[in-house]
């Protein structure tokens, strides 16, 4: 009794997370007529592919989606492949290194700086990069994700627990600190890298605000920001075409997390056991 009404509740659950989906799914294929209905119906009367078809061609703001895909998607690979170098590395001389100055000093400000609100430093980061002209351009898309405490403190943990027998032994063997670092740690930290490979690129994909008011021309719009521009312009109640824009915008996401997941969860489960 106990075990069916668990997932009993599972099932609720679920279905209440899955619903908004399904009716963003359902949506994108109805015409603008049928979508501003009203009707509680999740299957359309007359199913058309004009919305996705008008999105891919560029028909919908005059630039096709994916363009702002293929910006969304170099914007977040080149963002989580420094956060993953930076990271890893600073991870590694906080946890390792015995000589490095202010050790005790620098780890407390990382983890301090999470709890600064990311809309304080907006304004700061905006004119700084307005002052180099760098607004409207790939640097100011990428940049501002390139450094971040999350990533130091859960590569630290991972690296402190990390067996100091393994490293002397390196030693003993002639490796130096670099060697030890990309040849030991980086390899044996591999499926804690992928998880925070997944949560960063979803953060910078995911991110609205800042590609929103960085960028001044279509061409140079992220995905959130171009669904955001259809949103408050002629398309604002084109429910339709906006929930294809948004399904087409969740693939790549829903993609990379399939891929990911089973070294997210051996991370998950490394992480229980230490």
Do not use: C, H
């Not at 351009?137 to 390139?146: E, F, H, K």
Request: glycine content about 6%; proline content about 5%.
């Amino acid at each position: 009794m106990k075990k069916t009404l668990l997932v009993l509740v599972a099932v609720i659950i679920a279905v209440i997370f899955l619903l908004p989906l399904i009716w963003m799914l359902s949506t994108s294929f109805k015409n603008d007529f049928e979508a501003l209905a009203g009707q509680m119906s999740l299957i359309p009367k007359k199913p058309t592919f004009e919305n996705y078809l008008d999105g891919l061609k560029g028909n919908l703001m005059n630039v096709p989606i994916t363009r702002w895909i293929s910006n969304s998607l170099f914007v977040g690979v080149a963002g989580t492949a420094i956060v993953l170098l930076f990271s890893s590395m600073a991870a590694y001389a906080l946890a390792r290194l015995q000589d490095l100055p202010f050790k005790k000093l620098m780890f407390p400000m990382f983890i301090g700086s999470m709890m600064i609100p990311g809309v304080l430093t907006f304004l700061p980061m905006y004119m700084e990069f307005n002052a180099l002209g760098w607004i409207n351009t790939y640097a100011a898309l990428i940049l501002p994700y390139s450094s971040g405490a999350f990533g130091v403190f859960l590569l630290f943990q991972f690296f402190t627990a990390f067996p100091k027998e393994i490293e002397e032994a390196a030693r003993i063997d002639g490796a130096n600190k670099w060697q030890i670092y990309s040849r030991i740690l980086l390899p044996a930290s591999v499926s804690i890298m992928v998880t925070l490979a997944i949560f960063t690129f979803m953060g910078i994909y995911n991110d609205f605000v800042w590609p929103l008011y960085s960028t001044t021309s279509p061409e140079m719009r992220t995905i959130t920001a171009g669904i955001a521009m259809m949103a408050q312009g002629s398309y604002t109640q084109a429910y339709g075409k906006l929930m294809s824009m948004t399904v087409i915008a969740t693939l790549p996401v829903f993609i990379i997390f399939i891929v990911g997941q089973r070294s997210f969860v051996k991370a998950i489960t490394q992480a229980g056991v230490k």
